[in-house]
């Protein structure tokens, strides 16, 4: 039986992975049928990342009144029905509107899982877990671009919300799994009152981890997002070799996440955020280093695989640092400070781009590099603290 949920969950992250690249492959066809601007994306990607904090901060109230599990069904199957909406799309409106579900979906499914894993499963899974998202991630694409040249991108949104109805009936057929697995403590968890904002916040370490996320998940964005311009702006590669070499840091994320899991079997999971950090150094002081086209290929590679262990370690210690009676409100906030991150720092950096600056790119990366690394070493500081004074 555990081996089956274990199953599902691997499935699940695979399809929390699948729809997130869909908005941009779709769009140059998209905006044209729903009569929008093609510069609107960035309004529907703003829904999205808002209804996925809003979600995410209120995890932790409704796990703990519903569980995990059917948290993670209800917002898995809100995504598939937004997503099955997505493709009846008349207008962009309509597009707004269901952004809203869509988001809130995300937010839920994200948070709830990511905690249930953590607490119950070990830190290779995390990693393996998070090498699945990769998967999904990098299918979506193909999917659209499938119904695309076959039908229309009306037919991907529909073909991947169907493949989510169907791991959403999966999800509810577990649910006694779910209840199974868990143990009496996380039952009391679940009953417990959940703690104010004010109150999490005063835990030693938490601020230091919710930055230290907030960090990491911008520098993956704003390498995603920025990696190729920069290449072609400053290093004046060709835009097809630039745009393949950028490709890389995804691929390092996923193969590395992969290979990280076989790591976390010897290492803790502060090593491999720390091996991690390292890598993400090496590769940023090398891309602004001047060299030729092969090192900059190495870099970004380093860059991907440096990224590879850091997001699932992080979360998969939460509960060590904190507890497992905690975590689930840690979690939630932890994932509001990525989607956050994720949404404001790279738009941020677009803003100095504007400006004609787009060559302190690898800069400004490696400050926000530098912060997570300092909110990381803060964080084991207070943590090991805290309970050393307790043991006292």
């Known amino acids: 039986m555990f081996q089956i949920l274990l199953a599902i969950i691997y499935l699940t992250f695979i399809s929390l992975g699948l729809p997130d690249a869909l908005l941009g492959a779709a769009w140059p ?33 409704m796990s703990r009144r519903i569980g995990a599990g059917k948290l993670t069904a209800f917002s898995v199957g809100l995504t598939a029905v937004s997503l099955v909406a997505f493709g009846f799309a008349s207008s962009f409106w309509q597009v707004l509107l269901l952004a809203i579900p869509y988001g809130l979906g995300a937010g839920g499914v994200d948070a709830a899982l990511n905690n249930y894993v953590a607490i119950h499963y070990e830190s290779r899974h995390m990693s393996w877990l998070h090498c699945m998202w990769g998967v999904g991630a990098s299918v979506g694409p193909y999917i ?24 959403t009936a999966c999800i509810f057929l577990s649910l006694p799994l779910w209840k199974r697995n868990a143990d009496s403590d996380s039952n009391q968890f679940v009953e417990s009152k959940p703690l104010t904002y004010a109150q999490i916040i005063r835990i030693p370490g938490a601020m230091a981890i919710f930055i230290m ?22 290093l004046s590669i060709s835009k097809d070799t630039a745009a393949s070499l950028a490709s890389l840091f995804y691929i390092g994320i996923t193969v590395g996440r992969a290979i990280s899991g076989f790591l976390t079997m010897r290492f803790a999971d502060s090593t491999m955020i720390r091996i991690g950090q390292i ?26 695989l440096g990224c590879a262990p850091i997001y699932p370690c992080v979360i998969h210690s939460t509960p060590v640092y904190f507890g497992a ?19 404001v720092i790279p738009a941020l950096f677009g803003f100095i781009v504007g400006n004609g600056l787009i060559g302190l790119w690898p800069v400004y990366v490696l400050a926000i590099l530098v912060l997570m690394i300092c909110m ?6 207070q943590v090991t603290h805290q309970k050393a004074v307790k043991t006292a």
């Open 29 to 61: 066809q998209m905006h044209v049928d729903v009569h929008a601007d093609i510069a609107y994306a960035g309004i529907v990607s703003t829904i999205i990342c808002a209804g996925t904090i809003v979600s995410a901060l209120l995890s932790d109230r």
């Open 376 to 381: 990381h070493e803060l964080l084991r500081y």
């Open 279 to 304: 890598l993400l150094l090496i590769g940023v002081i090398t891309i602004i280093i001047p060299s030729n086209n092969m090192l900059t290929l190495i870099a970004i590679v380093c860059v991907g």
């Open 325 to 343: 009676d905690k975590s689930q409100a840690i979690v939630g906030i932890q994932m509001a400070c990525a989607y956050a991150g994720s949404m």
């Open 144 to 167: 659209i671009s499938a119904a695309m040249f076959y039908q229309t991108w009306r037919s991907g949104y529909l073909w991947i919300g169907i493949i989510q109805c169907v791991i």
């Open 213 to 234: 996320f907030f960090c990491y998940c911008a520098i993956e964005s704003t390498v995603g997002l920025w990696a190729t311009s920069y290449m072609v702006e400053v």
